[in-house]
Nanobody, 119 residues
């Protein structure tokens, strides 16, 4: 069983920055895609950013240009650098990892980390 542990959330003022980390208990190179999702109160969970095993990234429109998704295979950790944060970015952020195996698609979730953007 793979474990994902997020960290780095907190309270930040509008315009500030945070870096979220997601440490995996196994090699992240084994995952086809890893992603950061977020869920705000009363809203559905949405994909914020994704990164493939080859390092290709994709972002939701609201995050593009402000967030950067990166990975460090040696540390089995992925990061989400969030700059120019807005109150609308307030949510619980979850790390997700997916891999396709001979038995099917496996998906894993972290426990989430709270990000609050407020003055």
């Amino acid at each position: 069983q793979v474990q994902l542990v997020e960290s780095g959330g907190g309270l930040v003022q509008p315009g500030g920055s945070l870096r979220l980390s997601c440490a995996a208990s196994s090699s992240i190179a084994d995952f086809n895609v890893m992603g950061w999702y977020r869920q705000a109160p009363g809203k559905e969970r949405e994909l914020v950013a994704a990164i493939t095993s080859r390092g290709s990234t994709n972002y939701v429109d609201s995050a593009r240009g402000r967030f950067t998704f990166s990975r460090d295979n040696a540390k089995n950790t992925v990061y989400l650098q969030m700059n120019s944060l807005k109150p609308d970015d307030t949510a619980v952020y979850y790390c997700n990892a997916r891999r396709l195996t001979i038995t099917g698609l496996e998906a894993y979730w972290g426990q989430g980390t709270q990000v609050t953007v407020s003055s």
